[in-house]
Structures are given as C-alpha cells and as structure tokens.
C-alpha cells in the first residue's frame, strides 16, 4: 500500500485506542452550534424549522483524508411539546464509505419559564462500504487484501438528554445504542457517550459569549473539548432586540487540535461559517482541514410565545 494512504490507516487506528479500523463517530468543529449528531434531544427548538447543512474537507493534501457532509432539518410543533428531525451524513476515508441517515424525535419534558428539559431519540440505519479495487499494493495482488467490493447495512439508534436554563445547558447521550457491549470489528460503529455543559450569556447589548466543555469516551479513548465563542450583535432599539453580526470562536481538544470558527449572518435567519483546524500532532500540522457551514432558521407556522399570568399559562400565535 502506497504511504499515504497507509499512514492514514495507521493514524486513525491510533486514535481510536482499539484494533486497526476501529470505528469512530465523524469530527465536526461546528457541533457547538448543532448538537443533534451526537444528542438527539438538542432538536427541541421552538419558533422555527432548523436546517442546517456543513462540509468538512480533513487533512488536505493527505491521500485518503476524509471527506465528511451533514444536512439535518427539525422542526418543533408545540401543542405536541414535541420536534420531529431528519438527518444524513456521509463520510469518505480511504477505501471505505460509509452512509447514516436517521430519523429523530424529541420531546419537551418539561417546559417551565426558566429551565427546560427534553428527551430524544435517533433512529436508522448505518452503511458502510470497503472497496478494495481502491487499494494501491506494493505487491500485485497481494493474499492478505481484499480487493472486491463489500457493504453492509445494520439498524443504529442515539439517544440523550438536554437540560437547559436562562445561561446553561447541559446534556448526555450515547450513540450507536446497538453496538453496545459489542467489540468493534470493520464494519460496526463504536458506541460513544458524550457529556457537556455550556454557559451562554445573551445580555449585553453589543455582544453574546459562550463557554463550553465536553467530554467523549468510545472504548479505553476520553477526549476533552473546550469552547469559547463571541457573537457580536447591533442594537436595534426594537422590542425584539439586537440584530446578530458575526461570530469568532476558538476551540481546544486534548488530542492536540486547535480549531479557529467564524461566523457571519446573511441575513437575521441565515448564517455561514467556516472552521479551521490545526493539528499538532506529529507529521500533521502542515495538513489543514476546512469547514464550511450553513445554517438556516425558517419562522415556524406552530410557533407561539407563552405568557405566565398567576398560576395559569397563555399561549398566543
């Protein structure tokens, strides 16, 4: 096999701190804006459709990098206290592929003034594909390959929780519920659990902050993440406040990547990103890996906004 691609192999078999082609979930720098990949609880949004869409082009240069794209919609419907979501993501690294399209439903446990609580659920199918006509021997048709063209198709399910008040949010989940007690082999994706908590502060008239952390574990592998993010904003003088600029956020994870994230606001409802990644792990800091993003927020028809009189509640269209 050419050394590219073979250290690419090497490289990711490394990282997941199990055998050669243990599986892992895909890296998204933007999940701090959209959560629902690994937490299928965060879809429970109210007052608008959500759709958002990325791209991420990893390791440039390398041979075999990954390649990974992302389209998710929800919507929340409020008489249900319940969001309805659709999701595809696809991945290319080396000779495999692999396909994961999912539905999700979340429910608002709890929908209180200050604090909200809702549950989730994800669920579809995983595909993965192996083409090993892809493969680039040294020795021509070498026994230990397989070089004809495998796939297969096995159900998936993430679940998790969401709890959030006027300046925090917190959230578990675990994906790939089915592989579960499994051990990893070639074709099954490696179940992952994942714990966060953000604090956001949306007070200041010029501008909005995030701080977050996470946590993910898959096998004998912890990574930590931190995030810290500015949106600055113009005050609009009106009762639905101030108008959303641009964004710059920068994020850190223990396996020694830096991450660099902007944003701007088309239009209130429209906003693009982009992230850098920086890794200075050995042999990689000269491959960048790009991000771009899109994220779209559509006024819902079900959207209502309550009012608390006493101790009764008013819902208003």
Not at 92 to 97: D, L
Not at 192 to 214: A, C, S
Not at 254 to 273: C, Y
Request: with cysteine.
């Amino acid at each position: 096999m050419k050394r590219p691609l073979k250290y690419l192999f090497i490289f990711t078999g490394l990282l997941s701190g199990s055998r050669l082609m243990a599986q892992a979930d895909i890296s998204m720098a933007t999940h701090w804006y959209n959560r629902a990949n690994y937490n299928p609880a965060s879809i429970a949004r109210t007052n608008y459709l959500y759709v958002f869409t990325n791209v991420r082009q990893q390791w440039l240069g390398v041979s075999g990098a990954p390649k990974v794209f992302n389209i998710q919609a929800s919507d929340y419907i409020h008489h249900l206290h319940s969001a309805f979501g659709v999701s595809l993501v696809g991945d290319n690294i080396g000779v495999t592929q692999f396909y994961n399209p999912m539905f999700t439903y979340a429910y608002r446990i709890s929908d209180e003034r200050n604090w909200q609580l809702s549950m989730g659920l994800s669920a579809g199918v995983f595909s993965r594909t192996i083409n090993g006509s892809l493969f680039e021997a040294e020795t021509t048709n070498d026994p230990s390959i397989e070089y004809d063209k495998q796939t297969r198709v096995s159900p998936d399910a993430n679940v998790g929780l969401e709890f959030q008040t006027n300046y925090f949010i917190m959230g578990f989940s675990t994906t790939h519920l089915l592989a579960l007690g499994k051990s990893t082999d070639t074709y099954l994706n490696t179940n992952h659990r994942y714990g966060y908590l953000i604090y956001k502060n949306t007070e200041p008239d010029y501008f909005n902050y995030n701080l977050g952390v996470q946590v993910v574990n898959r096998q004998n592998l912890t990574v930590v993440e931190g995030n810290a993010n500015v949106r600055f904003k113009n005050p609009t003088g009106l009762m639905k406040g101030s108008r959303e600029l641009f964004d710059v956020g920068l994020t850190y994870r223990s396996t020694k990547q830096m991450t660099l994230l902007l944003g701007i606001n088309i239009t209130p409802d429209l906003r693009a990103g982009y992230a850098y990644d920086h890794s200075f792990s050995p042999g990689l800091a000269a491959n960048w890996t790009h991000e771009l993003m899109l994220e779209w927020r559509i006024p819902s028809r079900s959207a209502a906004t309550k009012f608390i009189c006493g101790n009764k509640e008013f819902w208003y269209r």
